[in-house]
């Protein structure tokens, strides 16, 4: 089920090869970490991103080798219109061309880095000449004589119409989610395949991307595991908690993950202006009783919340609330923030939760009559998001670890009782999505350099 449905939302970039290979690598290590509590990925569609994605899938499916029929310049719009072999025109304004001009005078091929100054473009340029090349490119020359020359493909790739833009914006973002609520089989791989098979590692943070969470088994029961993960995609996030930090029940604790108590739904560090992207947390030893994981995922609820409660899904995105963290650890600290709970784009789409209760400070910077409507808004978003329909549960084992997106998910954690032989201790660590997309895109290259 799992692999029927990330073959539909996993991989556009990959969908007819790499995804089948990916998939197989996940589906492989396919566990249930509490079977009662999880089933397979809801197979109805739950979210309104998940249109039109047949058309984004296939638009983005590496491209075959396109032909230019013909190119010709409309000097007085001062666009270049390009008319595809297979169909279709394209329109590229002359001043994109000029800056974008790929010769080696304009461009560092080293960095692949544009070294043409603004104030040498002109951004009122015509042309002299545009004309396909007996290689099918397309060439350029400008009034200054200045030639530049394009590679179809390339140009295909950066046309501007909106279904262009869209499929490119989807290929370099990956910003389809798949949605889902409690009856989400957690995609699961096997620590040491991703840590040493690029196929593996690639099927990891797709699945990281696309749905939220992906539980790893098999990495060794001590330290310093989430730290070779971070290490496999790049370098991992340092904050006042250290490089890496210890969930034990501790005295005298300076957060309340430090202690034994339940943790409601949260995001971590939402007291930083940008807080963590990615969290990494590895069991190496379970409490005796209790310590049951619980994760939701924050970008679904947030969505039924705008549908279910259209006011308080306005509050939470509107009103910025301050959050604190304050204590000794990597050093000391004294942290103040503020933050929407639910932040949307220019679009509106949903892009990060920032919900911690423990950290949500005292001082609430809101005019008086703000107040209870933003406690209102607060309540309903928590209310939606602790039904047990939208819930997983899961117990971590010595050597599993969790891997998932802290822009997304809230997680929390059900108290727990640890006995002398058995004191619950997991590590964590974060990143940061900069890295890790970068580290999918080029395996995600390398994976298709190598079909
Ligand atoms: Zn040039």
């Keep these: 089920m799992w692999m029927t449905t ?3 939302f996993g991989l556009p970039a990959l969908q007819r090869s790499a995804s089948a290979m990916a998939c197989r690598t996940l589906t492989a290590a396919c566990h249930r970490p509490q079977p009662a509590s999880l089933a397979a990925l809801p197979s109805r ?5 998940h249109r039109g994605q047949h058309t984004l899938g296939s638009a983005s499916i590496p491209m075959a080798h396109h032909s230019v029929r013909h190119v010709r310049a409309l000097d007085e719009e001062r666009m270049m219109e390009v008319e595809w072999e297979c169909g279709g025109h394209s329109l590229y304004p002359f001043t994109w061309l000029r800056d974008n001009c790929q010769c080696p005078l304009c461009t560092l091929q080293s960095a692949q880095a544009r070294t043409l100054l603004l104030c040498d473009l002109d ?33 295909k790739k950066r046309c501007f119409s909106p279904a262009a833009r869209r499929a490119m914006q989807e290929e370099l973002f990956l910003n389809e989610h798949h949605y889902w609520d409690s009856k989400l089989h957690i995609p699961t791989a096997d620590y040491q395949e991703v840590l040493h098979d690029d196929k593996a590692a690639l099927a990891w943070l797709l699945a990281l991307r696309r749905v939220g969470i992906v539980y790893l088994k098999g990495a060794p029961a001590v330290q310093g595991q989430v730290a070779r993960l971070a290490e496999r995609i790049g370098y991992l996030r340092l904050t006042f908690y250290g490089h890496t930090w210890q969930v034990q029940d501790k005295p005298m604790a300076n957060n309340v993950a430090y202690t034994s108590e339940k943790l409601s739904l949260h995001t971590d560090y939402p007291a930083l202006q940008f807080a963590p992207g990615v969290q990494f947390l590895h ?23 705008r549908r279910e409660d259209p006011e308080a899904f306005q ?33 509106g789409r949903v892009v990060r939760i920032n919900l911690n209760n423990a950290t949500r400070d005292s001082v609430l910077d ?22 047990p329909d939208n819930v997983v549960a899961y117990s971590m084992q010595p050597g599993d670890i969790v891997t998932f997106d802290n822009w997304r998910l809230l997680h929390g954690r059900r108290s727990y009782t640890s006995s002398p032989d058995r004191l619950r201790h997991l590590e964590g660590a974060y990143l940061d999505w900069d890295e890790v997309m970068s580290r999918l895109r080029i395996l995600r290259s390398a994976v298709q350099a190598g079909m």
């Design 123 to 155: 951004i009122h340029t015509g042309v002299d000449v545009v004309e396909v090349t007996n290689d099918n490119k397309v060439s350029i020359v400008w009034p200054d004589q200045h030639i530049s020359v394009f590679d179809a493909d390339w140009l």
């Design 45 to 49: 569609r739950t979210s309104p991103q």
């Design 6 to 8: 990330f073959a539909r």
């Design 283 to 305: 069991c190496i030893n379970q409490a005796a009783t209790g310590g049951e994981s619980e994760v939701v995922d924050g970008f679904h609820m947030a969505e039924l919340l």
């Design 366 to 387: 809101l005019p008086l009559h703000q107040v209870q409507p933003f406690y209102r808004g607060l309540k309903a978003f928590y209310d939606i998001m602790n039904q």
């Design 315 to 347: 509050a939470l995105a509107s009103l910025r609330v301050d959050f604190t963290d304050t204590g000794t650890d990597y050093c000391d600290f004294m942290l103040q923030s503020k933050k929407c709970i639910i932040d949307v784009d220019e679009n």
